[in-house]
């Protein structure tokens, strides 16, 4: 099911932004560890099926998808989404450099040799937790994450703020993303966008990998 699309190479890039989780490490397994040991102690049914529509989307919005319509008090979202973030957190302080996922790190350091500047565009509040528990912090240039912006993918709003720190415009810039609402989101600023993850994911990219194992920049970058 590889829909590497050869021939479309990207040109004059000065920038590449990176979403966080599911692209740079799995922690959308954590995600939904953390999800389901909530929904179990609420009982409430949630399954790896329900925890897909929430990659890419905010703690609160994600609480909501999970709560299925059940209505919830404001105190009782904040209680909620404080117990989801601290077993997340549990599972954080396993992390490692490790967790890496494969052909990342590779392909880092090749975007670094090539001048391009690296950005790091997350709705997550735990975004530089998790990037200095994978020892990234030396290859990032600057970081948009959950605290950024307020409107949140699809919008494009935290990639827009990325690329103004790091100085670059969306038509010299891709991003990175295992998200639909990630994807339209990099869309709707008008950057390039490589999907990672399956087709019916992340299809309306302009490249799709299935991962970045054995990727190369210049798989996706020409001169
Ligand atoms: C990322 C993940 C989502 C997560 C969101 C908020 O976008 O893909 O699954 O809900 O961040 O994460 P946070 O760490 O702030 O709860
Ligand atoms: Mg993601």
Same mark, same amino acid.
């Given at each position: 099911m590889t829909t590497v699309d050869r021939n479309m190479k990207f040109k004059n890039i000065k920038g590449i932004i990176f979403d966080l989780? @599911?692209?740079? =490490?799995? =922690? #959308?397994?954590?995600?939904y560890k953390a999800w389901?040991? /909530?929904? &179990?102690?609420?009982g409430i049914h949630f399954d790896r099926n329900i925890n897909e529509k929430l990659r890419g989307i905010p703690r609160?919005? #994600?609480?909501? %998808?999970?709560l299925a319509g059940k209505v919830v008090s404001e105190k009782e979202i904040k209680r909620l989404m404080d117990i989801k973030n601290n077993y997340y957190n549990? $599972?954080?302080t396993q992390m490692n450099? !490790? !967790?890496i996922l494969p052909g990342v790190l590779e392909l880092l350091c090749e975007t670094r040799k090539a001048g391009i500047k690296i950005g790091i565009g997350s709705s997550s509040k735990n975004a530089k937790t998790v990037i200095d528990k994978l @020892?990234?912090?030396? $290859?990032? &240039? #600057? %970081?948009?994450?959950?605290? #950024?912006? !307020?409107?949140h993918k699809p919008a494009p709003?935290?990639?827009?703020?990325?690329a103004a720190n790091l100085a670059v415009s969306p038509e010299n810039t891709i991003v990175v993303e295992d998200a639909e609402s990630g994807v339209e989101a990099a /869309?709707?600023? @008008? $950057?390039?966008?490589? @999907?990672l993850g399956p087709a019916e994911r992340v299809g309306k990219a302009h490249i799709v990998f299935p991962s970045f194992e054995n990727v190369k920049l210049r798989d996706f970058i020409g001169n």
């Open positions: 989780d @599911g692209v740079l =490490t799995n =922690t #959308s397994e954590y995600h389901k040991m /909530l929904a &179990d102690e609420l609160k919005e #994600s609480l909501e %998808i999970m549990d $599972f954080l450099p !490790d !967790d @020892g990234l912090e030396s $290859f990032v &240039d #600057s %970081i948009s994450d959950g605290f #950024s912006v !307020d409107n709003d935290l990639f827009l703020h990325c /869309l709707n600023g @008008g $950057f390039w966008v490589v @999907g």
